[in-house]
């Protein structure tokens, strides 16, 4: 079978970790650290070089004690834990990375909204908007906000987000998953990934249905851990809609592999964490057999 990806590249003996791309997960929120913990450890376990959780200063300690392998970085909030405005002059470091995610737990707050204007506006690299990100994009009306060639938007909404995101019922949304999804990636010149049973991704032109994935990744995390694979292909340097056709597939193979061992019930985000290793072995191991 022949994959949008193509022929997955191996890793040479003289890479080194910037080889592979730097990755800045930016989320977060009290209560809601899970969401960039989950975003920043897929990254890290789909193969980019380097990570950094950027989030909110009142729960970096929190992020930090999850996963040792990704660094992290604290945003100034208000008594409450709340971002601020000053959190936006992260923004001036953001030209040193390869790929950017912005959403995973981020909030409805005023200064989360103006941090995902100000990155949008000043990344020359692909970002990831996912979650909060998109009900803020979808506030403040970023959506149709024109980015240089270079950096790539992803969009990666369920269907209830990208309801919103239309101003269209969800039973439409479901109705019409991809001629939706076509018709939007195409007029805001960005990749879409409508999540759900056959997850589609799309550019407006070309068209992935995604085969793998299961009812047990119907679990709170299950989009943030995709956000993080997305957003490590996208880092890697890999063309920006097979890069996201590939994260996709890969996600849905890991929770398929877990789902096998645990079952779809007792499935669990983090769980696809411990099984982004093995899916990737098998890609690795169908690539092989592909070339014999």
Known sequence: ?????????????DSHKGTYG?????????????AVCLSATAALRSGAGLVTAVVPQSIQAIVA?????????????????ALVDSCVDWVSQIQSFNAVAIGPGLGAGVPAGRLLAEVLRSAR??????????????????????????????????????????????AEVQSRR????????????MIVVLKGHQTIVTNGQEVYVNSTGNPGMATGGSGDVLTGIVAAQLASGMP?????????????LAGDL???????????????????????????????????
Request: proline residues 7%.
């Open 258 to 292: 877990a789902a096998e061992r645990l079952s779809q019930r007792g499935l669990i985000a983090s769980d696809l964490l411990d099984y982004l290793g093995p899916a990737w072995r098998r890609l690795d191991v169908e690539a092989a057999d592909s070339r014999l």
């Open 125 to 170: 690299c692909p970002v990831v908007v996912d979650a909060d990100g998109l009900n803020q994009a979808t506030r403040l009306g970023l959506l149709m906000q024109h980015r240089s060639p270079e950096a790539t938007t992803v969009l990666t909404p369920h269907p209830g987000e990208f309801a919103r995101m239309l101003g269209r019922p969800v």
């Open 22 to 34: 730097r990755v800045a997960v930016i989320g977060g929120s009290t209560g809601m650290s899970g």
């Open 1 to 13: 079978m022949k994959h949008p990806w193509g022929t997955l590249q191996h890793r040479q003996p």
């Open 178 to 189: 991809q001629e939706l999804a076509v018709e939007f990636a195409g007029r805001c010149g």
């Open 65 to 81: 004690s999850y996963e040792p392998s990704y660094m992290s970085v604290g945003l100034p909030c208000d008594s409450d834990g």
């Open 240 to 252: 920006p809609f097979a890069a996201t056709c590939l994260a996709v597939h890969i996600h849905g």
